[in-house]
């Protein structure tokens, strides 16, 4: 066990996954996508792709940006978001007994496997499909986040008082310059944390961090625990439908930007399987 | 649906928007004087006008404006579009362009200063440099840091010529992917007009950050007189 320091508040990091093997503690995943003011006055669709889902132990979230200066961002990011989600809920229990080297090399694969199909078969470049990338498999008391270019990763720890956010964004000098799961050498940016101590988080396109996250000194908007709340102690419908109120209809008065986000939250004991129970199918920007 | 599961806009938090600092660094020397100088105050209107008509560009757009005629000056530093005030110029006195730019890059670095204390994102700044002539002073520091600056991608300088008499060779100095271009003192509102446009473009868009693209107002740029806003307007 080792610790990464966050404002001088030393969060437990896991060296490896086998903390959640057996554990009884169960997630809950919602993700919603909402079209900016830019691109709904373009009358383009939005380009922030979000998954969300539930399997058997594993929790998965992913929030992909597609980027603005790329011809098939759109495409990059439902792809990425769809692709990489589906991985991880199949490579959970695998990822959760691999080191650090080994699940950053399985997932940049992952992508590059993801990306290189999809240009391939459209005929476009892969630059074109340019997307940053977010994501979070849960498994029992085990947490993975990953993270290549910008946005933001919120979490929150048992018995904490508030949400903090990982410093695991790669972001340049001037707005909009990051880097992108594109990248050649995807596997060198992209930053992993691995967590047992959390019992909420929350992923955002920086579209949605602009409207929740303070950039001056990081403070987290009361809406995060708002949002949080609703996944945990409402019905999934419920939770789900007012997520995507948020996006659409508040989230995006505070920003031109596309906004996707995704929550997850530990919950001991989750109601009995029915529909609601369910999967939460891939949300994307419309 | 309850109100427990709707967020009301106080519980978000309220960042600044993110700006395009952009510094107009105008020759109003003697050599402007008549219709050249008519014609930049008008454009300068059109301009201001036309950022404040878009709502993208009037919440991300800041311009400062710096001249040289015989002096330099700081006519009017940065500010909210909306806030922004801009005197008529004259034109008279000789041409110190290089005294002009190294103002305008302090500038400059002042206003991310700014942004950065306040947490205010920022796109990379453009500095649009106009003459109609050739410099009076030496222009060897101010070239030096354009070119780092253009280089590292912290700076985008768009050279314009105005009139047969500019002088382009020292213009292209200035921006090394870049060519200057030329044209009448009658098409200045034309590109003010793409470049209240070029704002909106490039507010809300990603791009790598490591200096392997070229951002779409660049691209347009050196297209210009294709595609975007020339009639007698001459790639150089």
């Not at chain 1, 949080?228 to 102690?233: C, E, F, K, L, S």
């Not at chain 2, 530093?77 to 034109?91: E, K, M, T, Y």
């Not at chain 2, 500038?107 to 994102?121: A, C, H, M, P, S």
């Not at chain 2, 106009?130 to 840091?145: C, H, K, L, S, Y």
Request: glycine share 10%; aromatic share 4%.
């Amino acid at each position: 066990m080792r610790a990464l320091f966050l404002g001088g508040v030393p969060l437990s990091v896991c060296d490896s996954m086998a903390v959640g093997a057996g554990a009884k503690v169960k997630w809950r995943a919602v993700g919603a996508a909402a079209t900016g003011r830019k691109h709904q006055g373009l009358g383009r669709q939005g380009q922030d792709a979000v998954f969300a889902r539930t399997k058997s132990a594993n929790s998965v979230v992913v929030v992909c940006d597609g980027a603005g200066s790329a011809a098939n961002a759109m495409m990059g990011a439902r792809t990425i978001a769809e692709g990489v989600g589906q991985f991880l809920l199949r490579r959970a229990a695998r990822l959760a007994n691999q080191d650090a080297t080994a699940q950053r090399a399985q997932i940049a694969a992952c992508v590059q496997r993801l990306v290189s199909r999809t240009a391939s078969r459209a005929g476009i470049p892969e630059a074109s499909l340019a997307s940053t990338l977010l994501f979070a498999v849960a498994r029992g008391r085990f947490v993975l986040l990953g993270q290549v270019g910008d946005g933001a990763v919120l979490v929150r720890r048992p018995r904490a008082l508030g949400w903090l956010r990982l410093p695991l964004a790669t972001r340049g000098e001037h707005a909009g310059e990051t880097v992108f799961a594109t990248h050649p050498n995807m596997g060198d940016y992209l930053h992993l944390a691995c967590l047992d101590d959390v019992d909420g988080l929350m992923l955002m396109s920086d579209g949605a961090e602009s409207s929740l996250v303070k950039r001056a000194n990081g403070e987290v908007s009361p809406a995060v625990a708002k949002m949080a709340g609703w996944v945990r102690h409402e019905s999934l419908s419920r939770a789900r439908k007012a997520l995507r109120v948020a996006a659409e209809q508040t989230l995006v008065q505070r920003t031109l930007d596309d906004v996707g986000l995704a929550v997850m939250v530990q919950t001991a004991a989750l109601p009995a399987a029915g529909p609601e129970a369910g999967d939460v199918k891939t949300r994307l920007g419309s | 649906m309850d109100d427990e599961l709707r967020i009301r806009f106080d519980e978000l938090t309220d960042n600044p928007s993110a700006r395009v600092p952009i510094s107009l660094v105008l020759d109003v020397s003697g050599s402007m004087e008549g219709p050249p100088i008519a014609e930049l105050n008008r454009a300068i209107v059109w301009f201001m006008q036309a950022l404040q008509q878009d709502e993208i560009a009037a919440s991300a757009a800041e311009v400062n404006v710096v001249t040289f005629g015989g002096h330099v000056n700081v006519v009017a530093p940065f500010r909210d579009i909306n806030r922004q005030q801009i005197s008529r110029l004259g034109a008279n006195g000789n041409t110190p362009m290089g005294g002009a730019v190294i103002t305008a890059l302090a500038e400059l670095d002042q206003v991310k200063r700014q942004y950065q204390e306040t947490g205010t994102d920022y796109y990379q700044p453009w500095l649009v440099l106009m003459t109609d002539g050739a410099p009076t002073d030496d222009i060897t520091q101010a070239v030096n840091e354009c070119q780092k600056r253009v280089a590292g991608r912290k700076l985008t300088v768009f050279p314009i010529a105005i009139g047969h008499a500019a002088n382009v060779t020292v213009l292209s100095q200035f921006s090394q992917h870049l060519p200057p271009m030329r044209m009448d003192a009658v098409n200045l509102t034309e590109f003010f007009s793409w470049l209240s446009a070029s704002v909106s473009q490039v507010v809300g868009t990603s791009m790598p950050g490591d200096g392997g693209a070229m951002d779409a107002t660049e691209e347009a740029f050196k297209n210009a007189g294709t595609i975007s806003w020339g009639r007698a307007i001459e790639r150089v």
